[in-house]
Structure formats: C-alpha cells, structure tokens
DNA sequence: TGCACGATCTCG
DNA sequence: GAGATCGTGCAT
C-alpha cells in the first residue's frame, strides 16, 4: 500500500482527521520488525484563530513544524509524561495538525504515544520520507462518530464546542 | 530566573 | 479524587 501523499495532507485539519479514520500507522522497531495499527480515532486543531491549538501562541520553538506545511510530525510532552504525535497539515505558514488519540483498540493519545514509544526524536519527522513511521492509504471511511474535543475547556466556548473529534464507529 | 499549568493516565 | 512529572510560555 502507498503511503498517503504530501498533496493530501495539504488540505483542511479537519477534512484530514476525518480521512486518517480506518487508514494504517506503520511503526518499524529498532529490531527490524513492524507493526500496523487501524488509526481509530482523531482530533483536529485548526490554525492561530483556534485558542485549543498550541499554535493560537504564535510562531515558537515547540509550533515551528506546524508552520512548515502538512506531511510531518508533531510530537510534545504533556503533564511531563505523556508524548502526543500528531499529523501536521495544511499549507506553509497555515499552522494546522490532527492528533491521533486511537490505534486498533488503543483508545487515549498518552497511551497511543506510549505504545509507539513515542519521543523528542519524532518533532519534524517526514512522514513521505521516514523508515520508522508513516501513514499507508486505503478506503476512506464514511461510518464516523463526530465529537467535541477532549481536555481544552481553558479554551473558551466557541472553540471547545467544535465538533473536531472523530472515532471509528466499532462493530 | 522563577512559576503555574497542561490536547493524560493510573491507582486507591 | 489526587498524584506523577517536566517542558513551555509568560511574568518578574
């Protein structure tokens, strides 16, 4: 299967959390061996103008890869132990990303993280490019449950109530 | 230079 | 319901 291609995730968060639902993660180990996962479930965190979006701060050390365009990496440690990995997308200097909370039953980004051991290493990986993880195409998924977002209430009404959180409906 | 807090999980 | 645990952003 191909991986998804640069083109693609240059498009809107939003239509992109949704696309990534049902598609494969790859994770090749240290050892040589490899691992795939049915991403499940994802959120979206769209641009400056989203206060729930690390980059509504502005252009700093920790968003700079969100600026850079879709088709990368974005890692950062939350509650001083828990890697998040998200997808960056949309174009250059149009900061936007999708967080992958699910893989298979995996269900929860800290734990996500942890079973894809998850670290500083993955910031700006290309997900075209890199031998340890990326994301193959496949059917898109249209059986989706939509959702509010997850743990951003200091976000602020209009913003906390988008509806940017997609699951897998599981059968 | 210091401080409060967070896109979370686990245990009791 | 609280603690673990630390990088980041903002105040000092």
Not at 39 to 53: S, V
Not at 89 to 115: C, M, W, Y
Request: proline residues 3%; charged residues 25%; neutral net charge.
């Amino acid at each position: 299967m191909k991986r998804i291609s640069q083109k693609e995730f240059s498009r809107d968060a939003v239509q992109i959390a949704q696309k990534l639902l049902g598609k494969t993660l790859v994770r090749t180990w240290d050892d040589g061996s490899k691992t795939h996962y049915v991403i499940t479930e994802t959120e979206a965190y769209l641009g400056e103008e989203d206060l729930a979006c690390h980059a509504s701060k502005g252009r700093t050390p920790r968003t700079e890869v969100m600026y850079s365009g879709g088709g990368k990496v974005y890692v950062y440690l939350i509650y001083g132990m828990y890697w998040m990995l998200n997808v960056v997308t949309g174009a250059e200097n149009h900061p936007q990303a999708v967080l992958i909370r699910g893989i298979d039953n995996i269900i929860g980004s800290g734990k996500v993280g942890r079973e894809l051991k998850i670290n500083k290493s993955f910031y700006g990986e290309d997900l075209q490019t890199s031998n340890r993880i990326w994301i193959e195409d496949g059917p898109d998924v249209t059986d989706f449950n939509t959702a509010p977002r997850v743990g951003i209430d200091y976000a602020g009404d209009e913003w906390k109530n988008k509806p940017w959180r997609f699951s897998l409906i599981m059968k």
